[in-house]
Nanobody
Framework: QVQLVESGGGLVQAGGSLRLSCAASGRTFSSYPMAWFRQAPGKERERVAAINLSGISTYYADSVKGRFTISRDNARNTVYLQMNSLKPEDTAVYYC????????????WGQGTQVTVSS
């Protein structure tokens, strides 16, 4: 089992940057594929980025491709989401999530961190 705690959210102007962090408990962090999701009011939850165990393979939603970068530091039990060129439509609660290797469902979730982008 793993517990996840996000940080780094806040208010930023359009065009600005934020870096989200997700700290994981436990000694087996490196065995969990990780992802960042977001959910805006009235909208469905969206997976914006994902990363494999080693950090070599990544996925990005089309809406963030070229602007967001996901990375992980297995020695620090942390996954990051660097967000550049932020737009008002990026406003949402951002969650990090972990899934068991070999499974498609994300089982473990953080509490979320609010990102607000003003125009």
């Amino acid at each position: 089992q793993v517990q996840l705690v996000e940080s780094g959210g806040g208010l930023v102007q359009a065009g600005g940057s934020l870096r989200l962090s997700c700290a994981a408990s436990g000694r087996t962090f490196s065995s969990y594929p990780m992802a960042w999701f977001r959910q805006a009011p009235g909208k469905e939850r969206e997976r914006v980025a994902a990363i494999n165990l080693s950090g070599i393979s990544t996925y990005y939603a089309d809406s963030v491709k070229g602007r967001f970068t996901i990375s992980r530091d297995n020695a620090r039990n942390t996954v990051y989401l660097q967000m550049n060129s932020l737009k008002p439509e990026d406003t949402a609660v951002y969650y990090c999530a972990a899934r068991e290797g070999g499974r498609m469902t994300y089982t473990y979730w953080g509490q979320g961190t609010q990102v607000t982008v003003s125009s």
